[in-house]
Each structure stands twice: as structure tokens, then as C-alpha cells.
């Protein structure tokens, strides 16, 4: 079993081009797969599967997005470059396109509504398009999964991070008290907001898997954060030997850019 992870960014809406606007690329990059023959399957079946690797196709891609804002559920219009077809119909349409064969995104979410409704004047433009009200329409819909990006990313915009730590970094979370805000915090909430499921999955803010989270706070204390993985964004495939704490996932526009390179890259995932 080797499963390449992809993951996009749906507030990466720079223009109307693949390089430029991540839900162009999704939608390009769905047919590659369906071209090339390589299945999509939900984040959490490759996770189940580092215990039981027989359970997936040799073969195989999960896809998930970060941080969560209304870009991946709802259509919406660019204030500049038009209406952006939100990740959950980008989906849905590749299923109608290629009937039987299914499609599934894992939406790592900033957990914290003050967080959020922060950056919603940080990062995008103050409309109000960071809420938490489609989540469990996501998860209705059956092609979305809602885990978790942390309680507020460390983010380097925010006037104050919640656990008092400089942001724009997640390698400092490297004590208990810390962790326990940026990730049992999270969960919580999350499991409150969604109770038809627990959170499983973590991603890593920026990528930053610090050794303190991911030697010692996630393995030794899974018994009280519940959790079975966490994702970092280092471009390796996740297979039966992957240390389940530090598994890789490739990210669009900084691991691949075109149809081209997404191709060389399920190449160089999958020898």
C-alpha cells in the first residue's frame, strides 16, 4: 500500500489559472486521476490502513484542504475574479462526471471561532466567510470530512495567540499546556459541534512537526486527545511503515503546478 495525500488551500484564489487558483487545479487534477486510474479514497481509510495495509489498492490517493474557510463548501463571488466554485461542488461534479467513481476531501479546520473570525478580516476580506455553520452539511453531503487544523493555526496575523507564543510558527507548541490548547481544546470543540463523529486526524499549522508533539505529546498521551494520526506537509506517500505522527502529504502549488507535474509526481510517489 502507498497512498499519496494532496491537499489544497481554498482561499488560494490568485487568478483564473491552474498555478494560480487552487480550485482550478482540483478540478484539473480529478480528471488526471480518473485518467491514470488511481482511486481516491477517504484520509481516514489511509490511516486505518497503516494497521492493515491489505485494505487499500496498492495504489491510491486521499485528498484534504487546510484551514476551512466557506471557499470549501460554498460558492463564492471574488470580489476581483468572479464566482469560485467551492472544493465540495468542484467534487460533486467530478462525480457526475465520472459516474462510480467517487471522490472524497478531508477539510482540516482552524477550530476556534474568535480565531476565525479574526482572519476573516486578516486574510480575507471581512464578509463573514470563515464560519462553522457547513459543517455538518459537509458532512451530510458524504464527500467531506471535518477534522482538525488545531484551535487557531499559531497564526502570524492574529493580535494574540492563544496560547501567548509568537505566531507565524507551530514548532513552539512544546509543552502540555500548550498542546492541550492548540489540540485537546480543538477536539473538544469539535466532538461538541459535531457529535455524529470524534476527531481523528491533525494536521500540523505551516507544516511544523515539532519532535515535542510528535515523539511525546501525540503517542504517549493518545489516551487522552483520542486522536489517531497527524499530518505534516513533508512530499513523502504514507505506507505501512510510516511513523503515523509525522506522515507527509504533498501540497498544490509548492510540490506540483500543472497536470504535468502532478503526473511526475504520482510517478515519483508510486515508483
Same mark, same amino acid.
Given at each position: ?12 484564489? +490568485? ?14 487534477? /480529478? ?11 477517504? /484520509? ?11 485494505? +487499500? ?5 486521499? +485528498? ?6 466557506? *471557499? ?35 477539510? *482540516? ?44 493555526? $499559531?497564526?502570524?496575523? /492574529? ?10 510558527? *507551530? ?49 504517549? $498521551? ?8 497527524? *499530518? ?26 500543472s497536470a504535468e507535474t502532478l503526473e511526475a509526481l504520482m510517478r515519483d510517489a508510486f515508483g
Open positions: 500500500m502507498r497512498a499519496a495525500v494532496l491537499t489544497y488551500h481554498s482561499n488560494n484564489v +490568485l487568478g483564473h489559472d491552474y498555478a494560480q487558483n487552487d480550485h482550478v487545479a482540483l478540478a484539473s487534477d /480529478l480528471a488526471t486521476l480518473a485518467a491514470l486510474r488511481i482511486p481516491v479514497v477517504p /484520509l481516514q481509510r489511509v490511516v486505518d490502513a497503516l494497521d492493515a495495509p491489505h485494505t +487499500l489498492p496498492e495504489r491510491c490517493v486521499a +485528498l484534504s484542504c487546510d484551514d476551512g474557510s466557506w *471557499f470549501d463548501w460554498h460558492d463564492l463571488e471574488h470580489p476581483t475574479l468572479g464566482m469560485q466554485r467551492s472544493f465540495a461542488n468542484v467534487l460533486g461534479d467530478a462525480e457526475a462526471a465520472r459516474p462510480g467513481v467517487p471522490v472524497h476531501m478531508t477539510s *482540516f479546520v482552524i477550530v476556534s471561532p474568535q480565531a476565525r473570525a479574526e482572519l476573516d478580516r486578516t486574510c480575507l476580506i471581512g464578509r463573514g466567510w470563515w464560519g462553522e455553520e457547513w459543517w455538518q452539511a459537509a458532512l451530510d453531503s458524504g464527500r467531506m470530512a471535518i477534522e482538525s487544523h488545531s484551535w487557531d493555526h $499559531q497564526h502570524d496575523t /492574529l493580535a494574540q495567540t492563544a496560547t501567548g507564543l509568537p505566531g507565524g510558527t *507551530f514548532r513552539n507548541v512544546d509543552t502540555q499546556a500548550a498542546a492541550d490548547i492548540e489540540i485537546l481544546q480543538a477536539s473538544a470543540y469539535l466532538d461538541a459541534a459535531l457529535p455524529s463523529r470524534r476527531t481523528r486526524l491533525f494536521a500540523y499549522p505551516y507544516g511544523d512537526v515539532g519532535d515535542y508533539l510528535a515523539d511525546e505529546y501525540l503517542p504517549l $498521551q493518545r489516551a487522552r486527545h483520542g486522536l489517531d494520526a497527524a *499530518f505534516g506537509t513533508e512530499p513523502i506517500a504514507v505506507h505501512g511503515r510510516s511513523d503515523r505522527w509525522r506522515l507527509g502529504r504533498y501540497v498544490c502549488g509548492q510540490h506540483w503546478n
